[in-house]
């Protein structure tokens, strides 16, 4: 869920004050009076679709064909014609008379299906690993199966959720101006349910109000009624039981509780059955006590989005067999660090950041790994799906100082739309950038300057890292041609100053097997969840893609070197047999003397005039995470080790917070940031993790206890870094 920018309104809205303020923009940006929209031609971009490589049927069959043609819908507009009645009186009552009509399922027999359940039964049996055993009676064993799912869920009462639905559509209607959803997605939402099996939404809590929202949404779509999972240590014991009747679900303690605990393993299996045989909706909800704030702020407009649906079942079926060799960060980049190898090996890496919870602990550890890589396949739908607001386009000129705002503006607004993501305001281009100021005005000074002109600042202080974290949002449209022109500077790091003038940068030639190197040690050094790598997705294909992406977007134009054949010659490229029938990602050891041509292959800088500024754009876009990663290896011989790993986080924070105040850099003083940077180092073999009776505790490597590899270590990483 997103918020918007309704410009049009805002616009009729404040003709008169737009009217006193516009001698602050006169002759400053010399631009005439355009419209943005959020689309390029005709149709706006479809973004969210699933994988290919692991669902193909559900990519083809779940797919809407229409989807460009559709628009928006307005879900909280409820009138006369939304209801079977007709008359002023229903005119008065729509809104209750809508949510009499809205379909609620009947209550199933859960504690029954529970209860002869083939998880749970095998507790009871005894014939589960560190079950109940033949020593307890299987009678008290039902009770606790009783009792633990009587935590878990109640069942519905219609009447409160009729008289839930009825406040919270008035309650929307105050807040919001509307509530926008994409008529094409939820097309194929629909489409899912006709195969009557049960389906799991997931929400990436883009707001406070998504566990709220979301269930009305899909109500309202005739949809059901959606289970959300709350976290009992939220709610009080009454809230808790008013939720459960109005669809809400609670973990039990009990399911967390380590695996040779037999209250954890019955408990496991309870909830196992209630959230996968029943088919219960799944999602997140938040605190209430939040909602205040938003009914005092100006109504906005909302809109929600829904990535393509998949099937389970198809995606566990094809997945395992994309599984190929991978080796830990340690292994494949701790050798180039040091200087001990200069060749990067061909293969993928392995890390997995996602929370190690009771549930997930009890599956094999195929079904782990099957669980961690879904999380990607979801997150990477997830974040594309994910509208870009003008607070991050607006951020990211700010904190760049560029000066043509106006047109700046338009242009970064036409390069996200090229990319294929869609954006979530439309407009005026004036007043577009005035209202986005003005949800800025905290963190921005305007200065008036001669002739009427106005310069519009970044405050300087920590209000950077807010529009740091705002510029990120914007990352994942521009993330191949960043990572390219990181790994541009790093090769250029050793061969010209990173001060020089442009020009003398575009003399250097820059060979493909070069740059590829450059761009998987990159890829190596960032963290999973920002590359939003799908894991079907070799590395060898991303380098190929940013590669391209570079020639593409202008940046690369291809050199032709003496007796070389013309790079834009394909009609004499021959493929072997053995690579036409390979799959699509998959490259081994064996096919590296199919690309052999790729060795006489060089590249040059542009020379075009927007190339500098974009380049030095792209570059800037991940700067505050490399800097963060930069001074944590800065922050090694000054860390208190051992400590835990909050412990050490919270010392590296006050570390880059204190060097911002020195340095004015506040983009990189970010408690996320530097949760990513410990983590990074733990894995890259930097930091070392050992159990202890307090918890894991971090200790610094011996490999890395001398000052000498702590400087390898910083050197590294700055080469990607341009000042």
């Not at 060097?659 to 890259?684: K, Y």
Request: with cysteine.
């Amino acid at each position: 869920m997103v918020t918007m920018l309704e410009a049009r309104l805002q616009t009729q809205q404040r003709n008169t004050q737009n009217s006193q303020e516009t001698g602050l923009w006169s002759s400053g940006f010399g631009m005439k009076l355009e419209a943005v929209t959020p689309f390029l031609g005709k149709y706006r971009p479809f973004v969210g679709r699933c994988c290919q490589t692991c669902t193909p049927k559900s990519w083809e069959s779940l797919f809407h064909r229409s989807i460009m043609d559709l628009g928006f819908c307005n879900v909280i507009l409820v009138k006369e014609e939304n209801t079977r009645f007709r008359g002023w009186l229903v005119r008065r009552l729509c809104y209750f008379l809508w949510s009499l009509e809205q379909h609620i399922p009947p209550c199933q027999d859960a504690p029954q299906k529970i209860m002869e359940s083939t998880g749970v039964q095998n507790v009871i049996s005894g014939r589960a690993p560190r079950g109940a055993g033949e020593g307890q009676v299987p009678r008290l064993v039902k009770k606790e199966v009783q009792r633990i799912l009587g935590h878990i869920q109640s069942p519905l009462h219609p009447f409160m959720l009729r008289l839930f639905s009825w406040a919270l559509l008035r309650f929307l209607n105050c807040v919001f101006l509307n509530v926008q959803l994409h008529k094409g997605q939820m097309k194929m939402v629909h489409k899912a349910t006709q195969a009557g099996l049960p389906l799991v939404l997931l929400s990436t809590h883009k707001s406070l109000l998504d566990g709220i929202l979301l269930p009305f949404v899909l109500l309202s779509q005739g949809l059901g009624v959606l289970r959300v999972v709350w976290d009992p240590r939220t709610c009080s014991p009454t809230l808790r039981a008013l939720l459960k009747k109005l669809g809400g679900l609670f973990l039990p303690p009990e399911a967390n509780l380590t695996l040779d605990s037999s209250e954890g393993v019955l408990a496991r299996a309870v909830v196992h059955a209630a959230l996968v045989p029943l088919g219960l909706w799944t999602g997140a909800l938040a605190v209430l006590r939040s909602l205040w704030s938003w009914g005092r702020s100006p109504r906005v407009c909302v809109r929600v989005h829904l990535a393509q649906p998949f099937s389970l079942q198809e995606y566990t079926t094809n997945a395992r067999s994309c599984w190929g060799s991978r080796q830990t960060l340690e292994q494949l980049l701790q050798p180039i660090v040091l200087g001990q190898c200069n060749v990067v090996p061909d293969t993928e890496k392995e890390q997995e950041w996602t929370p190690a919870t009771g549930p997930l602990l009890a599956l094999k550890e195929e079904d782990q790994l099957l669980v961690r890589r879904l999380s990607r396949h979801v997150l990477n739908a997830s974040v594309t799906s994910s509208a870009v607001m003008s607070t991050a386009i607006m951020a990211a000129l700010l904190l760049f100082k560029h000066q043509k705002l106006l047109e700046e503006f338009s242009w970064l607004t036409e390069e996200t739309l090229l990319r294929g993501f869609d954006v979530g305001f439309s407009g005026q281009l004036r007043c577009l950038v005035q209202h986005t100021l003005s949800l800025l005005r905290a963190h921005v000074a305007l200065l008036r300057v001669h002739q009427g002109d106005l310069l519009v600042v970044a405050r300087p202080g920590p209000g950077l890292t807010r529009l740091a974290r705002l510029s990120a949002e914007l990352l994942p449209a521009f993330l191949s041609e960043a990572i390219g022109a990181c790994a541009v500077r790093g090769l250029l790091a050793g061969r010209v100053p990173p001060e020089g003038p442009w020009e003398l940068q575009g003399i250097e030639l820059l060979s493909q097997n070069e740059l590829y190197r450059q761009i998987l040690l990159l890829l190596h050094l960032l963290p999973q969840d920002l590359l939003l790598l799908q894991p079907c997705q070799s590395s060898y294909c991303y380098c190929q893609d940013v590669l391209d992406r570079l020639i593409q977007c202008g940046l690369l134009v291809a050199e032709e070197t003496p007796g070389s054949r013309a790079a834009c010659d394909t009609g004499r490229q021959r493929l072997s047999a053995k690579l036409l029938w390979k799959p699509s990602g998959d490259f081994t050891d064996s096919d590296s003397d199919d690309f052999e041509e790729a060795e006489g292959r060089y590249f040059r800088l542009s020379q075009q005039s927007r190339c500098p500024d974009f380049f030095l754009f792209l570059c800037r876009l991940l700067s505050p995470l490399l800097q963060a990663f930069a001074q944590a290896a800065t922050f090694l011989h000054q860390g208190q080790l051992p400590d835990t790993e909050s412990g050490y986080t919270e010392q590296l924070l006050q570390f880059l917070q204190a060097t911002a105040q020195e340095e004015g850099f506040f983009e990189c003083a970010d408690p996320n940031l530097a949760i990513s940077a410990v983590w990074t180092f733990r894995d890259l073999g930097v930091l070392q993790q050992t159990p202890s009776p307090a918890g894991p505790m971090l200790y610094l490597s011996p490999t890395f206890a001398s000052r000498e590899n702590q400087e390898k270590l910083e050197q590294f990483i700055r080469q990607f870094i341009c000042s």
